[in-house]
């Protein structure tokens, strides 16, 4: 019987995140195996930039050989002015699959996204839109 | 409906799907402790005498097998939105969140772990509602107590000058009413009111399930909303909404 091919993903931190560092790991590595892979590359924006995420999809551009990018949250696409669509949209052009570890979710592809695009929304306007101000 | 308690009693609008629920629940508690009575309002009521002695480490075992069946073997939420369908869409609009597990409280004759007094809210968000659905008829100390909105601001107001929770929880106690709730009845409740139960005192065992709506976009309470809850009903106008914003983020992302 063939074994099954462990998926590789790249890890992105929440750089505003207040905790630890290793608990983020954890999570990120929770959902790694969850999804039949392992971690093998680390990244985080920079804190005064994190916001906006300027640095994830070029960075995800030049590494080869990754299946898909765990996020530690959803939160990460939700602190700038408005839900950053666009970044996801860009890094499912890839072909590499995008997932959420704090809220265990995935998305596979640019229909998937099209379909789920109503849950991340609501959970943007419910809760960064309404709430901080 | 009057709301402005914070809460309040309606009979279902359709006892089949809460039957059907009830049912299914009552097989999965036959299965999960052994009982062979096929009496579904004396299973239920006498639980206490089916089960016998049993450790606490051991009920809870149980109790925890059981909600996961319960959630992993029932189409409870359909059935429950089913059963409350109007009153959930003109308390919140066509837009819906549902929590992704369904609770169940199992409370015995003299059950020494009633719930605490306590409030959702800020925890859950205030926009959420919660559905107290008891499987048997509830009443006296085999019910929930609540305290209306005006009275749980005025408490928590007390509670802020003294900072004393003894005085605070006697207090709301004494404000508390307890509600009835018959099988075929459900408590609707505001997460910002304070409720709890007492340890019952009454001779049958309360068996009641707990679950939460919110409107999609209406603000979430500290609780991960992604984690908490699932889309349960979206209406065409939202459907139109995301479906455009996402065909004019797609463009934008080609140029």
Known sequence: MKAKTKKSFYSCIDSLFMGINAEQHDVINTMANRENGKVIFYGAEDYFVAANQPFILTKLMRTKNIDGVIFFTLNQFCYGESFNLELLINILKLKISIHFARETLSIQNLNDLKNKHIDLLAYYQATFKNTKK | MDFHNGYFVKECENIESLNSLRLQVFNLIREEFNIECDDIDKVLNQFHEFVGEISDIDFNKKRMHLIKKINENINFKELIFTSCKDTILALLGPDLLIQKNCNIVIQRPNDNNPSELHRDAPGNSPYE???WIPLVDCFKTKAMYLVDYKSTLELYDGLEKSLDWAQFERKSIKKSSSISVDFGE???????????????KETETRISL???????????GLKNQLQFFEKFLVSDLVKIGSDLEFRIQKINCSK
């Open chain 2, 210 to 220: 707990n679950i939460r709506f919110k409107n999609i976009f209406s603000p979430s």
């Open chain 2, 186 to 200: 459900v408590l609707f409740f505001s997460t910002a009111v304070l409720h709890g139960s007492h340890i019952n």
């Open chain 2, 129 to 131: 509602i919660v559905l």
